[in-house]
């Protein structure tokens, strides 16, 4: 999720309008806000004892297609008499998740794949055999440990599991990580990666990338060996998000690498792989006859490997056994055609726990109440038609909540009947929708609270501007808001450019981000603070000034160069259509060519900075760079690299993560491509920087040979335009960059 700036008092005021006890029905939260408290009934995973407990949110940390996840403060604990739950203790922190998205999209998706795979509601959230049989499996291979890695910390524990009435979802209470992803690490031997399994850590210069992949590739055969094959996905290393599920721990001595999630989120189907890694996986599973897979595992091949481990599972025998209870609940609880086949149709009591999962789904998401639940579960022709008018799209839903839920048909009748009733019903649903606008960014806390007091304004905003982008909507509510974002655009770059401790606040705060964000320790804090008065460093920051001012330039002359261009078409006679295709063309060319107006101001801006302190080598690397589009932006701190690494580091790192972060799914922190981005921008120029100039060399062949037999074939204009490409793209890198760089040797 983006971060934005909002009121959580606020949202939390409005969660309360939203569920307005006057009300026959009440909208429930997405999620909850900083210092909820959550009063929750809850069962150890092993031993399985019951009691009450009060969690307090410290933190919302995210939501995903599994759930939302939170860091909880256990504030009181209440088990029953004589009864303890190991890990469990009031004042410390757990992580704690909810099994439902946060996301209506999220939500959707996650619901739909999984109904396609087993044709019932996502179990993990709404079944308590799921949910159980989950936690256990994590505390099963948390003891495998033992045998694979010598140590239980390998694994996050799992304390207990809970009903949330609020969210109407089951969640669980497990081990608070402290620990970080991994750090982006400076290696200009890359190769020495592809041999992962074998080369040792001294000798590489990734060593935690490659102790990650060997971490989960153990993950991955632990899972094999206990006939758990479909949880080894969350360790597969080629599905490219999975790494986030794996943590370096700074909470231990041994400061292991920790595996951390084990609830996936999509059902994998065979028409629908989602990452690269799923290929592989689909095919695997059909050679095992699985057609879906989410979580199914082989509970005598796990009675295998604990029976050739006795002494390791010796004391958790009784939660063996309760796992094959909850697993064998937990599959019987969906109709799953791809394994049960035809059964339901003449297995009574397989159908009588079909229909029960589908009933406990249909609970869960409000279409039907208690009493209705009870009918229902009787199956006969009154389910089966409940069950077919699902499938149905949108009218479906809306009948079955008619039918099936009496509050809902209360509630309707009184938006009919009673003026003042749709009244609060519509600030009810006004406020409710409107945590959500305040939350992205739609709306700020003054605008909110207008909306949320005027119901009428707000349903005519939702349907006319809320349906656009958050961007434009914001725009279109307050258009002198681009003119204020320019104008602070522009302040920036004036008090950056001029004020030296302007400049140096900024570089500290991005420092200090760096800490918190794990990417720095705090040792090298604090020996990038210290360095800050440093001639390059002051240096540095001044070139980004520079880098700041240059930002625009390349949009403003594309956009003025295109409307020329525009222009000229309409002047020839054109169409608007060809004109406004060419303005896009230019607008187009501009943004893929490798050198632009931008990036020539910074690169001759590092040009002079050479020639008026006569100093090559500490330029060796930046000035090249600098030329180029995109890389540019980087030409200091890879210039960095021997003096200040640590610092040379982070600076790329924190540029090249913030890129890839708006990426979804694979744009996770700690995903694969996260580490890719940092290799194209920081590592595989370092390894080019030792060639350069057989670069700059074979880079003017290419474009000789390319280019000069094209000149045989254009007119007088295309041999002009060619020409200028071929001596200022190609040849003049080549001629002004060697024996810049030969003398700085």
């Given at each position: ?17 939203a ?24 069962t ?7 009691g ?7 933190k919302?940390?995210?939501?995903g ?35 439902i998205?946060p996301?209506?999209f ?59 009435p ?20 400076a ?8 041999d992962w ?20 590739a153990?993950?991955?055969e ?17 599905t490219?998000k ?66 050739r481990h ?10 063996i ?23 339901p ?15 406990e ?7 039907v ?29 809306m ?9 809902y048909?209360?509630?309707?009748f ?22 959500g606008?305040h ?48 104008v602070a655009?522009?302040r920036?770059?004036?008090d ?9 606040k900024?570089?500290l ?7 918190k ?12 603070v ?70 020539l ?15 090559w080598r500490?330029?060796l ?8 589009k ?32 708006v ?11 996260e ?22 060399t ?28 071929l ?15 030969k003398?700085?040797?």
């Amino acid at each position: 999720m983006g971060k934005t700036n909002y009121s959580a008092e606020l949202c939390q005021e409005l969660q309360v309008a939203a569920r307005n006890p006057a009300l026959e029905l009440h909208h429930r939260p997405v999620r909850y806000e900083k210092g909820t408290v959550l009063p929750v009934s809850i069962t150890g995973v092993y031993p399985a004892v019951s009691g009450e407990a009060e969690l307090t949110v410290d933190k919302f940390l995210g939501g995903g297609f599994a759930g939302q996840v939170y860091r909880c403060r256990l504030t009181a604990l209440q088990l029953q008499p004589g009864c303890s739950i190991p890990g469990l203790e009031t004042g410390k922190l757990y992580a704690v998740k909810i099994v439902i998205p946060p996301s209506t999209f999220s939500r959707w998706f996650r619901n739909t794949t999984y109904w396609l795979a087993f044709q019932g509601p996502f179990s993990a959230q709404v079944n308590h055999g799921a949910c159980r049989a989950g936690l256990l499996w994590q505390k099963l291979v948390r003891r495998a440990g033992l045998v694979k890695f010598g140590r239980e910390s390998a694994v996050k524990d799992a304390y207990a599991s809970f009903w949330d009435p609020t969210l109407n979802a089951y969640g669980e209470i497990t081990e608070w990580i402290e620990g970080r992803m991994w750090h982006l690490e400076a290696d200009d031997q890359l190769a020495k990666r592809f041999d992962w399994r074998n080369v040792a850590l001294s000798e590489t210069g990734s060593p935690e990338f490659v102790e990650k992949r060997r971490f989960m590739a153990q993950m991955v055969e632990l899972m094999h060996e206990l006939g758990a094959p479909e949880f080894a996905r969350q360790y597969e290393w080629w599905t490219m998000k999975s790494q986030p599920n794996c943590m370096k721990r700074t909470d231990t001595a041994d400061g292991g690498l920790c595996a951390i999630d084990f609830r996936a989120g999509l059902a994998l189907l065979p028409f629908l792989p989602m990452s690269p890694g799923d290929l592989k996986l689909i095919v695997d599973g059909l050679k095992r006859g699985a057609l879906v897979q989410f979580d199914r595992c082989d509970l005598g091949i796990m009675e295998a490997f604990v029976a050739r481990h006795p002494a390791v599972f010796a004391d958790v025998r009784p939660m063996i056994e309760e796992l094959k209870i909850r697993d064998r609940e937990y599959r019987r609880s969906l109709l799953d055609i791809t394994h049960h086949g035809v059964r339901p149709t003449f297995d009574r009591a397989l159908q009588r726990d079909v229909i029960a999962g589908l009933v406990e789904g249909y609970r869960a998401a409000d279409l039907v109440d208690d009493a209705f639940a009870e009918k229902l579960r009787r199956g006969g022709l009154r389910f089966a038609l409940f069950h077919l008018l699902g499938a149905v799209p949108l009218l479906g839903t809306m009948v079955r909540k008619r039918w099936g839920n009496a509050a809902y048909r209360r509630h309707l009748f009184n938006l009919f009947t009673s003026r003042t009733y749709f009244q609060a019903a519509a600030t009810a649903r006004a406020a409710h929708e409107l945590v959500g606008w305040h939350r992205a960014g739609r709306t700020d806390e003054a605008r909110t609270r207008r909306l949320a007091a005027r119901p009428a304004l707000f349903f005519l905003e939702r349907f006319t501007l809320g349906l656009l982008p958050i961007g434009l909507h914001r725009l279109c509510i307050r258009p002198a808001m681009a003119w204020e974002g320019i104008v602070a655009f522009f302040r920036f770059i004036r008090d950056f450019a001029r004020d030296a401790a302007f400049r140096e606040k900024w570089f500290l705060d991005q420092v200090a981000e760096g800490e918190k964000d794990g990417m720095l320790t705090r040792e090298e804090h604090d020996h990038i603070v210290s360095i800050i008065k440093e001639p390059f460093i002051v240096k540095y920051l001044r070139s980004m000034a520079v880098h700041f001012c240059t930002l625009p330039v390349t949009q403003v002359v594309s956009v003025t160069v295109g409307a020329f261009v525009f222009a000229y078409v309409i002047g020839r006679g054109g169409t608007t259509a060809d004109a406004s295709l060419a303005f896009a063309g230019v607008l187009a060319l501009f943004q893929v060519t490798p050198i632009s107006p931008g990036s020539l101001c910074r690169g001759f801006y590092v040009v002079g900075l050479m020639i008026y302190e006569r100093n090559w080598r500490d330029y060796l690397v930046a000035c090249p760079l600098s030329f180029v589009k995109y890389i540019g932006y980087l030409a200091f701190p890879l210039q960095m690299t021997t003096t200040y690494p640590h610092l040379s580091r982070f600076l790329v790192s924190r540029r090249a993560t913030a890129l890839v972060h708006v990426i979804p799914v694979f744009g996770e922190h700690g995903a694969l491509l996260e580490h890719w981005v940092f290799d194209l921008f920081f590592n595989v120029p370092q390894i080019l920087g030792r060639h350069i100039k057989g670069l700059l060399t074979a880079w003017m062949v290419l474009g000789m040979a390319t280019i000069i037999p094209a000149l045989f074939f254009v007119g007088t204009r295309g041999f002009t335009a060619l020409s200028i490409a071929l001596v200022a793209v190609f040849i003049c890198p080549r001629m002004v960059f060697y024996p810049i760089l030969k003398r700085g040797e």
